[in-house]
């Protein structure tokens, strides 16, 4: 699986951004998918992931109640949806695929990683 992320840029506090992923070389039907950040000195940190389904999701809680993530397994997408956008959410993100049968939130457990796409949020 290819997974390829957009939709990154330069946003004031408060402020809202759509992440997108696009899945090729294989259906993500079967994978849970996940969003992961990283901050300049910061180790990688999960953010969200949903499971192949679609049915569940699971939120780190500095984020809940502000993003939203969704998938279409018709389409081989992933979105983020990032509302409310605080400076503490500038990092790289990335997308990723699972083929493991439970949704986590290790970043060990993932075996598809896409490029990453920066979101710089201003105070």
């Known amino acids: 699986v290819q997974l390829q992320a957009s939709g990154g840029g330069l946003v004031q506090a408060g402020g809202s951004l759509r992440l997108s992923c696009a899945a090729s070389?294989?259906?993500?039907?079967?994978?849970?998918m996940g969003w992961f950040r990283q901050a300049p000195g910061k180790e990688r940190e999960f953010v969200v992931g949903?499971?192949?389904?679609?049915?569940?999701?699971y939120y780190a809680d500095s984020v809940k109640d502000r993003f939203a993530m969704s998938r279409d397994n018709a389409e081989n997408m992933v979105w983020l949806q990032m509302n409310s956008l605080k400076p503490e959410d500038t990092a790289v993100y990335y997308c990723?695929?699972?083929?493991?049968?439970?949704?986590?939130?290790?970043?060990?457990?993932?075996?598809?990683w896409g490029q990453g796409t920066l979101v710089t949020v201003s105070s």
């Open positions: 990723a695929a699972d083929r493991g049968a439970v949704l986590t939130t290790s970043t060990r457990a993932y075996d598809y």
């Open positions: 949903i499971g192949w389904r679609g049915g569940n999701t």
């Open positions: 070389g294989r259906s993500i039907s079967s994978y849970n």
